[in-house]
């Protein structure tokens, strides 16, 4: 089992940046597939970009793709998400979440960190 910590989220205005944090605790980090959601007020929740356990492939969503970066470091238990040029529109709580090898659902959750971006 896994418990994730997310951590950098704040109120930035539009076209700055953001790093999102994600802690890990538990065995065997190196070993989840990890990826980064939102969800905005009222709509469900989006999936924006996952990493594999060995981060040799990433994925990004087009609606983030070019502005938003995943990366992971596995020595420090941590997945991050680089955010640029924000947009009011990618405000939300942003949540991160692992992924066990052979498993079709994500399944660890953390609790989330909001991200207010200002116009």
């Known amino acids: 089992q896994v418990q994730l910590v997310e951590s950098g989220g704040g109120l930035v205005q539009a076209g700055g940046s953001l790093r999102l944090s994600c802690a890990a605790s538990g065995r065997s980090f190196s ?24 981060a040799d492939y990433t994925y990004h969503a087009n609606s983030v793709k070019g502005r938003f970066t995943i990366s992971r ?3 420090k238990n941590s997945v991050y998400l680089q955010m640029n040029n924000l947009k009011p529109e990618d405000t939300g709580v942003y949540y991160c979440a692992a992924q ?5 659902k994500y399944d660890y959750w953390g609790q989330g960190t909001q991200v207010t971006v200002s116009s």
């Open 100 to 104: 066990n090898a052979g498993s079709l």
């Open 73 to 75: 470091d596995n020595a």
């Open 31 to 54: 070993r989840y597939y990890m990826g980064w959601f939102r969800q905005a007020p009222g709509k469900e929740r989006e999936f924006l970009a996952a990493i594999t356990a060995s």
